[in-house]
């Protein structure tokens, strides 16, 4: 019952650390509370509830700032403060922007991207984004600090590589103008305060009518937010012409694996992203 | 100075305004209490156990021995004294299921506790025993049929018609499932009485209903049972009949335990249990000439009842009426059939049966003027209703007619012709990433009950005497759309009074007379008239007594911004008359009945008459883009010209047709209830969708007033009338033809 | 196992004993006795229950009572002045048509004087954007953003 669920509210990050060490069964983090809260109203999997650690108010969480070339973002950042930020707005706009299409206010000021990333929803909206640039997700806990590639991160539906003693410290982004710049497109269900149907983020540079440092990345057509390595290796090194698009839309339809699901079909979702990825890739033949 | 008759209700001062409404006040600050912000002394609250299957016998229920039922009511069938029968027009459907479950989330077991954590858990803990039959999903498979109808219109001279026509067209239209998403959910309380009858108070629509479904369940008195409609958080005809079944049960947990029993459904229960629009499957056979002029249709329709049926046959009955739209037809034969199918029962949604057929028969016009390549505009013009014309069911329309007029004003507002032209030639444009479509649609609603139902009805409304002014008395309900305000200019004006001199008293089933349910957008047209009758009736007592009191002559007296005057005489401010014939003649109470016009009839058993007594009439164009890409659709623009006879305040009469326009774009682009083995998949408003603000444009709305002459001041019906989604089909239509 | 909170509540110290998960919702509805912030669904997606937190929106549904403590809450109550005068956007609302059945409108309310707080520019696009997380189903929200946008042009700037 949810009235006997004790709450740690932590205020310091070695105070959560040392509840991470206790290894208490059932230990649920609870940031925002957009994901958990919808959880606990709607009674999914209460008896599965031990203690929750309520990160909300640790200071080392949050934070964002531009060190030596790698854009580091806390994991309590809300969206609206994704928004807000200048050093993101700056170095990774396209982040900036996908936080305007969750939700709406109320959620943005609670959600998280540390939210977004650990609950490794297929429809994470900052996911493709992250996975696009090459983001490394720094985890912290009792027995020290480790750094996990956004691509290795996700392991399965809703599952990552997040052990049961950590938590997520902050995302990194490595920012350089050798990378290029990184563009997405979300498909929603409607125009405000909707789950994608399908989102897809391209990161290129274009070199002289060439695309270098390709990174395509997709969400809502697997079981992950994932790599299209298929479409990226299509799309790598080759001249940005009508050729390379269609053979990079072609090769996405063997990285993805959509479903049919309330939101939308397979059939819907293979036609949809083969159609943005198109034009996310023409995108950056108007440099 | 002219005096103005006080029989015939033709100006008005308040009426035609848009004073602030009565409850904007208390429900901009918070103040206004719905039933989950009321607190009943000693109250417990209630839960429903469900079926999780949709058809099956029920063997039993059992309560988990090893569960701690201490505190906990239990109630099952067996517990029921009197009918267990949710009262309204077959006597079918159960409050709690007996021996068959017919569809998923029918209602098994009632459980109440004052702890709500324990009355969650308590549900895991109650096993249904059922023993799974065939369930019948598909309407088109259904072997029982709750009602059915047919029109026909000449229609021995159909296979004429269709032989010579240049062109028959054939179309297969299909709706689904609409939830009406009121943002309050069903929510109800059951206050047990010394007198061993109930109070019960709750978020509804129709006090009434519930008064005599009570009475039937507990097998009391009609004394014994007083229902109070709460403030309700919107109900569109989603809180018609189903407050019926919540009230039901928690009134059986109440007389269980002695306590007040709250009932406040969840929101995915609510979606996933309770009624919504019938979905329907139409056939359209129509016989047309070379020049777009209609001359026979066959018009076949199915509409998916659900498992009981509610209010299956009168939704058939509307649907099957508007089912050939608001045109001509020499000759038709239209049939339409409701049946059962093992899901939750389908009930009221705004529309009532005419959001489906009338986009069906729009669908239609569209596939015509397509093939015979025709302006789709034209062919409702040439074609569409006019005074003197007849409906399929003979009825003469004698006045009121607006059809061209709604047409035309739209296709001009929104620049119909030129955008047509200008899309068609950007969407050839090589490489156009968004194909932009404009469509414009026509619709009618007939307003207030079908046919002889007023008559039967006979709704009764008055008002009495306060010492200030007047109060109003009915049972009609505002959930929204501005009841107690229209009521208030209405009675005013027949009084002579400012808007502000006017309550109206809270509806209370044991206390006020019954003016019928809030449905068929038919509260200020039928109610509204007959308290104006009333109101009128009570100001020509009081006109007497001043002229007694003041010595004038009767017949010289009227009331004018709250002063008695005779002859430009003031005479006395209506305060002073009221107060003195109080203190010396005590109440001053006149209850009138609704009398519906003469010559206004129709025959249920032929289906040939004057359906209703008037329509109203709507004009939409939809001006949308669809990204050629993702054919995510956005919205352009909307104009839509309603005719409402007399728009009584048109800020509220903005606000209906704002409403139900854009639940209208909601039921075409957004929503859609998913099903897997008659069970709903999205019962949430996360992904059940409707209309967020940036969904939605601008609705341009035109106001049209063509009075029907026995409405008050002309007033028609408007609640209904802009609920019909069949607009933005065709504008996509026209954007993805490339148009 | 309850917890201890302590918050400013419309600009008055307020203390309340409850369990730590205990949506802040509840505590307001129960606790506080202010049943004017409602209830639509639970789940974040509808807007009944917003309430200002610290200056900023939340949905009072999704905010654990553990979170609330020591926060400057603002509700639908705490919008109208200490006098009882409506706010220009509440006054708006009544007169525009902005509420019909009003069970958004605490909501609606509470997101819009944020909005005009703001100072951002009153257009029908940012109007829109501002509360599309408060679900209407009523009024198809013309009025509303006619009723916000007439509440911008008194604050003085025009729209």
Same mark, same amino acid.
């Given at each position: 019952?949810?009235?006997?669920?004790?709450?740690?509210?932590?205020?310091?990050?070695?105070?959560?650390?040392?509840?991470?060490?206790?290894?208490?069964?059932?230990?649920?983090?609870?940031?925002?509370?957009?994901?958990?809260?919808?959880?606990?109203?709607?009674?999914?999997?209460?008896?599965?509830?031990?203690?929750?650690?309520?990160?909300?108010?640790?200071?080392?969480?949050?934070?964002?700032?531009?060190?030596?070339?790698?854009?580091?973002?806390?994991?309590?950042?809300?969206?609206?403060?994704?928004?807000?930020?200048?050093?993101?707005?700056?170095?990774?706009?396209?982040?900036?922007?996908?936080?305007?299409?969750?939700?709406?206010?109320?959620?943005?000021?609670?959600?998280?991207?540390?939210?977004?990333?650990?609950?490794?929803?297929?429809?994470?909206?900052?996911?493709?984004?992250?996975?696009?640039?090459?983001?490394?997700?720094?985890?912290?806990?009792?027995?020290?600090?480790?750094?996990?590639?956004?691509?290795?991160?996700?392991?399965?539906?809703?599952?990552?590589?997040?052990?049961?003693?950590?938590?997520?410290?902050?995302?990194?982004?490595?920012?350089?103008?050798?990378?290029?710049?990184?563009?997405?497109?979300?498909?929603?269900?409607?125009?405000?305060?909707?789950?994608?149907?399908?989102?897809?983020?391209?990161?290129?540079?274009?070199?002289?009518?060439?695309?270098?440092?390709?990174?395509?990345?997709?969400?809502?057509?697997?079981?992950?937010?994932?790599?299209?390595?298929?479409?990226?290796?299509?799309?790598?090194?080759?001249?940005?012409?009508?050729?390379?698009?269609?053979?990079?839309?072609?090769?996405?339809?063997?990285?993805?694996?959509?479903?049919?699901?309330?939101?939308?079909?397979?059939?819907?979702?293979?036609?949809?992203?083969?159609?943005?990825?198109?034009?996310?890739?023409?995108?950056?033949?108007?440099? | 100075?002219?005096?103005?008759?006080?029989?015939?209700?033709?100006?008005?001062?308040?009426?035609?305004?848009?004073?602030?409404?009565?409850?904007?006040?208390?429900?901009?600050?918070?103040?206004?209490?719905?039933?989950?912000?009321?607190?009943?002394?000693?109250?417990?609250?209630?839960?429903?156990?469900?079926?999780?299957?949709?058809?099956?016998?029920?063997?039993?229920?059992?309560?988990?021995?090893?569960?701690?039922?201490?505190?906990?009511?239990?109630?099952?069938?067996?517990?029921?004294?009197?009918?267990?029968?949710?009262?309204?027009?077959?006597?079918?459907?159960?409050?709690?299921?007996?021996?068959?479950?017919?569809?998923?989330?029918?209602?098994?077991?009632?459980?109440?506790?004052?702890?709500?954590?324990?009355?969650?858990?308590?549900?895991?803990?109650?096993?249904?025993?059922?023993?799974?039959?065939?369930?019948?999903?598909?309407?088109?498979?259904?072997?029982?049929?709750?009602?059915?109808?047919?029109?026909?219109?000449?229609?021995?001279?159909?296979?004429?018609?269709?032989?010579?026509?240049?062109?028959?067209?054939?179309?297969?239209?299909?709706?689904?499932?609409?939830?009406?998403?009121?943002?309050?959910?069903?929510?109800?309380?059951?206050?047990?009485?010394?007198?061993?009858?109930?109070?019960?108070?709750?978020?509804?629509?129709?006090?009434?209903?519930?008064?005599?479904?009570?009475?039937?369940?507990?097998?009391?008195?009609?004394?014994?049972?007083?229902?109070?409609?709460?403030?309700?958080?919107?109900?569109?005809?989603?809180?018609?009949?189903?407050?019926?079944?919540?009230?039901?049960?928690?009134?059986?947990?109440?007389?269980?335990?002695?306590?007040?029993?709250?009932?406040?459904?969840?929101?995915?229960?609510?979606?996933?249990?309770?009624?919504?629009?019938?979905?329907?499957?139409?056939?359209?056979?129509?016989?047309?000439?070379?020049?777009?002029?209609?001359?026979?249709?066959?018009?076949?329709?199915?509409?998916?009842?659900?498992?009981?049926?509610?209010?299956?046959?009168?939704?058939?009955?509307?649907?099957?009426?508007?089912?050939?739209?608001?045109?001509?037809?020499?000759?038709?034969?239209?049939?339409?059939?409701?049946?059962?199918?093992?899901?939750?029962?389908?009930?009221?949604?705004?529309?009532?049966?005419?959001?489906?057929?009338?986009?069906?028969?729009?669908?239609?016009?569209?596939?015509?003027?397509?093939?015979?390549?025709?302006?789709?505009?034209?062919?409702?013009?040439?074609?569409?209703?006019?005074?003197?014309?007849?409906?399929?069911?003979?009825?003469?329309?004698?006045?009121?007619?607006?059809?061209?007029?709604?047409?035309?004003?739209?296709?001009?507002?929104?620049?119909?012709?030129?955008?047509?032209?200008?899309?068609?030639?950007?969407?050839?444009?090589?490489?156009?990433?968004?194909?932009?479509?404009?469509?414009?649609?026509?619709?009618?609603?007939?307003?207030?009950?079908?046919?002889?139902?007023?008559?039967?009805?006979?709704?009764?409304?008055?008002?009495?005497?306060?010492?200030?002014?007047?109060?109003?008395?009915?049972?009609?309900?505002?959930?929204?759309?501005?009841?107690?305000?229209?009521?208030?200019?209405?009675?005013?004006?027949?009084?002579?009074?400012?808007?502000?001199?006017?309550?109206?008293?809270?509806?209370?089933?044991?206390?006020?007379?019954?003016?019928?349910?809030?449905?068929?957008?038919?509260?200020?047209?039928?109610?509204?008239?007959?308290?104006?009758?009333?109101?009128?009736?009570?100001?020509?007592?009081?006109?007497?007594?001043?002229?007694?009191?003041?010595?004038?002559?009767?017949?010289?007296?009227?009331?004018?911004?709250?002063?008695?005057?005779?002859?430009?005489?003031?005479?006395?401010?209506?305060?002073?008359?009221?107060?003195?014939?109080?203190?010396?003649?005590?109440?001053?109470?006149?209850?009138?009945?609704?009398?519906?016009?003469?010559?206004?009839?129709?025959?249920?058993?032929?289906?040939?008459?004057?359906?209703?007594?008037?329509?109203?009439?709507?004009?939409?164009?939809?001006?949308?883009?669809?990204?050629?890409?993702?054919?995510?659709?956005?919205?352009?623009?909307?104009?839509?010209?309603?005719?409402?006879?007399?728009?009584?305040?048109?800020?509220?009469?903005?606000?209906?047709?704002?409403?139900?326009?854009?639940?209208?774009?909601?039921?075409?682009?957004?929503?859609?209830?998913?099903?897997?083995?008659?069970?709903?998949?999205?019962?949430?408003?996360?992904?059940?969708?409707?209309?967020?603000?940036?969904?939605?444009?601008?609705?341009?709305?035109?106001?049209?007033?063509?009075?029907?002459?026995?409405?008050?001041?002309?007033?028609?019906?408007?609640?209904?009338?802009?609920?019909?989604?069949?607009?933005?089909?065709?504008?996509?239509?026209?954007?993805?033809?490339?148009? | 196992?309850?917890?201890?909170?302590?918050?400013?509540?419309?600009?008055?110290?307020?203390?309340?004993?409850?369990?730590?998960?205990?949506?802040?919702?509840?505590?307001?509805?129960?606790?506080?006795?202010?049943?004017?912030?409602?209830?639509?669904?639970?789940?974040?997606?509808?807007? @009944?229950?917003?309430? *200002?937190?610290? %200056?900023?929106?939340?949905?009072?549904?999704? !905010?654990? $009572? #553990?979170? =609330?403590?020591?926060?400057?809450?603002?509700?639908?109550?705490?919008?109208?002045?200490?006098?009882?005068?409506?706010?220009?956007?509440?006054?708006?609302?009544?007169?525009?048509?902005?509420?019909?059945?009003?069970?958004?409108?605490?909501?609606?309310?509470?997101? @819009?004087?944020?909005? *005009?707080?703001? %100072?951002?520019?009153?257009?029908?696009?940012? !109007?829109? $954007? #501002?509360? =599309?997380?408060?679900?209407?189903?009523?009024?198809?929200?013309?009025?509303?953003?006619?009723?916000?946008?007439?509440?911008?042009?008194?604050?003085?700037?025009?729209?």
């Amino acid at each position: 019952m949810i009235s006997s669920i004790p709450v740690t509210s932590a205020r310091s990050l070695a105070e959560a650390y040392a509840l991470l060490a206790s290894r208490e069964p059932g230990l649920r983090v609870l940031a925002g509370g957009t994901d958990v809260m919808v959880q606990l109203n709607a009674g999914f999997g209460i008896e599965r509830f031990g203690r929750v650690l309520d990160i909300w108010r640790v200071p080392e969480l949050r934070g964002v700032r531009i060190e030596e070339g790698t854009l580091s973002i806390g994991a309590l950042t809300t969206y609206t403060e994704l928004m807000a930020s200048a050093a993101v707005r700056q170095t990774l706009p396209a982040l900036a922007a996908v936080s305007a299409e969750v939700g709406a206010a109320a959620i943005q000021n609670r959600g998280t991207i540390g939210g977004n990333v650990c609950n490794a929803s297929p429809a994470g909206d900052t996911l493709p984004i992250l996975l696009a640039s090459d983001a490394l997700f720094h985890l912290g806990g009792p027995r020290g600090e480790r750094a996990v590639a956004a691509d290795r991160f996700f392991v399965g539906y809703r599952k990552t590589a997040l052990a049961a003693d950590e938590l997520l410290l902050r995302v990194e982004v490595p920012i350089s103008s050798d990378r290029g710049e990184v563009v997405y497109r979300k498909v929603g269900t409607r125009r405000a305060q909707s789950i994608s149907k399908t989102i897809l983020a391209v990161r290129a540079r274009a070199d002289g009518g060439a695309l270098a440092q390709v990174r395509i990345a997709a969400g809502c057509v697997a079981e992950v937010p994932l790599r299209c390595r298929q479409a990226e290796a299509a799309a790598d090194g080759r001249p940005l012409l009508p050729e390379t698009i269609s053979a990079a839309c072609a090769a996405l339809q063997a990285d993805i694996r959509p479903i049919d699901d309330v939101r939308s079909d397979a059939e819907y979702r293979r036609r949809a992203s083969a159609a943005v990825l198109g034009r996310l890739l023409e995108g950056f033949g108007r440099e | 100075m002219l005096r103005p008759s006080l029989d015939s209700l033709t100006e008005g001062r308040a009426v035609g305004q848009s004073p602030a409404r009565l409850d904007g006040r208390d429900k901009v600050t918070g103040r206004a209490l719905y039933l989950d912000d009321l607190t009943f002394p000693g109250q417990v609250f209630g839960r429903t156990v469900r079926s999780t299957v949709p058809h099956a016998r029920l063997l039993g229920v059992r309560f988990d021995p090893a569960f701690d039922w201490s505190g906990i009511t239990r109630v099952t069938a067996a517990d029921i004294q009197g009918d267990n029968v949710v009262q309204l027009i077959a006597d079918d459907q159960p409050f709690l299921a007996r021996d068959v479950i017919r569809h998923a989330e029918e209602p098994v077991a009632l459980l109440a506790c004052a702890d709500r954590e324990r009355l969650e858990a308590a549900l895991a803990h109650v096993f249904v025993d059922v023993e799974p039959l065939p369930p019948v999903l598909d309407p088109l498979r259904s072997e029982v049929v709750f009602k059915q109808y047919l029109i026909d219109h000449a229609a021995s001279g159909l296979a004429e018609a269709f032989a010579r026509a240049d062109r028959v067209v054939e179309g297969t239209y299909l709706v689904r499932h609409q939830e009406q998403m009121y943002i309050e959910p069903n929510a109800v309380c059951a206050v047990p009485r010394e007198d061993g009858g109930m109070t019960l108070h709750g978020s509804m629509q129709c006090p009434f209903y519930v008064h005599r479904a009570l009475q039937r369940l507990l097998r009391v008195g009609e004394q014994q049972i007083s229902v109070l409609q709460t403030v309700t958080g919107g109900g569109f005809g989603g809180k018609e009949e189903y407050p019926s079944m919540v009230a039901g049960h928690a009134a059986l947990l109440a007389r269980k335990s002695g306590r007040p029993v709250k009932m406040v459904y969840r929101r995915d229960e609510d979606v996933a249990a309770t009624t919504k629009r019938h979905p329907a499957v139409m056939r359209h056979r129509t016989a047309v000439q070379r020049d777009g002029t209609l001359l026979a249709c066959e018009i076949d329709v199915v509409m998916d009842g659900g498992a009981y049926v509610t209010l299956s046959p009168v939704v058939a009955s509307r649907g099957v009426l508007h089912a050939a739209g608001a045109y001509r037809w020499p000759h038709a034969r239209i049939a339409c059939r409701v049946v059962q199918t093992n899901t939750p029962p389908n009930g009221a949604f705004r529309g009532f049966g005419v959001p489906q057929t009338i986009f069906a028969v729009e669908a239609q016009i569209e596939k015509i003027a397509r093939e015979l390549q025709l302006d789709p505009l034209e062919v409702r013009r040439r074609n569409a209703l006019e005074l003197g014309d007849e409906t399929p069911t003979g009825q003469k329309l004698l006045w009121s007619v607006s059809a061209r007029e709604c047409l035309d004003a739209v296709a001009e507002r929104s620049g119909y012709a030129e955008k047509r032209a200008a899309f068609a030639r950007e969407n050839a444009a090589p490489g156009a990433r968004r194909k932009r479509g404009i469509g414009i649609s026509l619709a009618l609603h007939g307003a207030g009950f079908t046919g002889a139902g007023e008559a039967k009805l006979k709704a009764r409304a008055g008002v009495e005497l306060t010492p200030d002014g007047a109060r109003v008395l009915s049972i009609s309900t505002d959930i929204g759309q501005g009841t107690l305000t229209v009521f208030a200019q209405m009675a005013a004006d027949a009084l002579g009074l400012p808007v502000p001199a006017i309550e109206i008293a809270e509806s209370d089933t044991s206390r006020m007379p019954d003016s019928g349910p809030t449905v068929a957008s038919r509260t200020l047209m039928v109610v509204g008239g007959t308290i104006a009758k009333a109101a009128q009736a009570l100001s020509r007592t009081l006109c007497s007594f001043a002229a007694e009191v003041h010595g004038a002559v009767a017949g010289d007296v009227l009331c004018e911004n709250g002063v008695f005057i005779a002859r430009g005489r003031s005479l006395a401010p209506f305060g002073e008359i009221a107060r003195r014939w109080l203190a010396e003649r005590g109440p001053l109470r006149v209850v009138e009945q609704y009398v519906h016009p003469q010559g206004i009839e129709f025959d249920e058993v032929s289906y040939r008459g004057a359906a209703y007594p008037c329509y109203g009439w709507s004009a939409t164009a939809v001006e949308l883009s669809v990204d050629a890409d993702t054919a995510e659709v956005r919205l352009d623009h909307v104009v839509t010209a309603c005719d409402v006879g007399k728009a009584v305040h048109p800020i509220l009469a903005e606000g209906q047709i704002e409403g139900g326009t854009v639940q209208a774009l909601g039921y075409a682009l957004l929503e859609e209830v998913i099903w897997k083995d008659g069970r709903i998949l999205n019962t949430r408003m996360q992904n059940y969708l409707i209309p967020t603000a940036v969904d939605v444009p601008h609705v341009e709305t035109i106001l049209v007033e063509n009075p029907y002459p026995h409405g008050p001041y002309g007033a028609k019906g408007i609640g209904e009338l802009p609920a019909t989604p069949e607009r933005i089909l065709r504008a996509i239509d026209a954007a993805k033809a490339g148009r | 196992m309850t917890v201890r909170l302590s918050m400013t509540v419309n600009g008055q110290p307020r203390t309340a004993e409850v369990p730590p998960l205990k949506r802040l919702l509840d505590v307001l509805r129960e606790d506080l006795g202010l049943t004017g912030t409602k209830e639509g669904c639970g789940e974040g997606e509808c807007g @009944a229950c917003t309430v *200002l937190i610290d %200056g900023e929106l939340a949905c009072s549904c999704l !905010v654990a $009572a #553990a979170q =609330a403590d020591g926060t400057r809450i603002v509700t639908i109550e705490g919008i109208a002045g200490r006098d009882e005068t409506l706010a220009p956007v509440q006054r708006c609302f009544v007169e525009q048509g902005g509420a019909q059945c009003g069970i958004c409108t605490p909501g609606m309310i509470v997101a @819009a004087q944020r909005f *005009l707080d703001s %100072g951002a520019e009153p257009s029908d696009a940012n !109007v829109r $954007a #501002a509360i =599309a997380g408060n679900l209407c189903r009523c009024t198809g929200y013309q009025k509303i953003v006619e009723a916000i946008q007439a509440a911008a042009r008194e604050r003085g700037g025009g729209a």
